[in-house]
């Protein structure tokens, strides 16, 4: 059974940085897409981006775009988030996940496999 444990999150000012980390075990990391998701108070959960299971592609919702950089370390099974410029509106619980077959996708409804979350608010 894959596990993912979500760590790095916390009370930030606009314009901080953050990085998170997801670290995955129980299962064949190295070829897995990965994928990271947000869910703000009263919203659904939304994209952020993901990494196909090599590292060499990744995509942004427009809305961290330019902002964030997603990456991996497939020796520490671990993926990383690192958030720059941060806004009140990037508040909001933040879930890594798997997809076993490499392949990146934008919609939840394609991972396998969630983390718990963590928490990250944004100050003004």
């Known amino acids: 059974q894959v596990q993912l444990v979500e760590s790095g999150g916390g009370l930030v000012q606009a314009g901080g940085s953050l990085r998170l980390s997801c670290a995955a075990s129980?299962?064949?990391?190295?070829?897995?897409?990965m994928g990271w998701f947000r869910q703000a108070p009263g919203k659904e959960r939304e994209f952020v981006g993901t990494?196909?299971?090599?590292?060499?592609?990744?995509y942004y919702a427009d809305s961290v775009k330019g902002r964030s950089t997603i990456s991996r370390d497939n020796a520490k099974n671990t993926v990383y988030l690192q958030m720059n410029s941060l806004k009140p509106e990037d508040t909001a619980v933040y879930y890594c996940?798997?997809?076993?077959?490499?392949?990146?996708?934008?919609?939840?409804?394609?991972?396998?496999?969630w983390g718990q979350g963590t928490q990250v608010t944004v100050s003004s």
């Open positions: 996940a798997a997809r076993a077959d490499g392949t990146t996708y934008l919609t939840e409804y394609n991972y396998e496999y």
């Open positions: 129980g299962g064949s990391f190295s070829s897995y897409a």
């Open positions: 990494i196909n299971w090599s590292g060499t592609n990744t």
